[in-house]
């Protein structure tokens, strides 16, 4: 009588060894320079990605950069837009002194003027100065004016209640350019030596 064979029983391992597909090999990821790819296939290995995280570093100094630069000349525009410079620079140009001294056609010295200073109507500060020029020379101007008291008491005008303070002129002058600075006071306009802010506040019936 022949011995029966004996019957090993499959583990989890030969299972999954008999039943597992073939291996493909992956196919290296196309080099820079190495030309189009004319398919595409399943199998090839993706590029590899640079995880640089200072990369930003670069760029931002470039935006601090630029960021001020917007800034400065969003303020630099709102003076160069005030009342106080468009002011000082018709009187600039009806001044016999600053014409004998700059000559005709006074303006500014730069289609675009930087206005040096501060303009705080609200604290009772300016002080402002910047370059013009003429039909001879150029100089910089400076205006300076404060307002030494306080908001005054309202008063009716047109209609509505305004609260007037008035600024006094301190100083305002033109140095030339390569010369001596000269007071234009003397022969200054009585609007510009004493001016007057109102804050207007409607009338309720």
């Not at 290296?28 to 199998?43: F, I, K, T, V, Y």
């Not at 009806?94 to 109507?121: C, H, M």
Request: overall charge positive; glycine content about 8%.
């Amino acid at each position: 009588m022949l011995p029966r064979p004996r019957i090993r029983p499959l583990t989890l391992r030969d299972l999954l060894k008999h039943h597992a597909p073939p291996r493909r090999t992956i196919i290296a990821a196309p080099r820079p320079g190495s030309g189009p790819l004319m398919e595409r296939r399943a199998d090839r290995e993706l590029p590899s990605i640079s995880t640089g995280s200072t990369g930003w570093l670069r760029s931002l100094p470039i935006f601090i950069a630029i960021m001020t630069g917007s800034v400065l000349a969003i303020f630099n525009y709102q003076k160069q837009s005030s009342s106080v410079v468009s002011s000082t620079l018709y009187a600039l140009r009806t001044n016999p002194e600053a014409r004998e001294i700059l000559g005709d056609e006074i303006y500014f010295n730069s289609k675009v003027p930087i206005i040096w200073g501060e303009i705080n109507q609200l604290h009772g500060r300016i002080d402002i100065s910047f370059w013009v020029k003429g039909s001879r020379t150029k100089g910089l101007m400076r205006f300076k004016s404060e307002r030494k008291t306080r908001m005054g008491y309202g008063r009716w005008r047109d209609g509505w209640l305004t609260r007037d303070a008035q600024f006094d002129t301190l100083e305002w002058s033109l140095e030339p350019s390569g010369g001596e600075k000269v007071s234009l006071l003397q022969d200054a306009p009585v609007e510009l030596l004493q001016h007057e802010t109102a804050d207007k506040i409607e009338a309720t019936a």
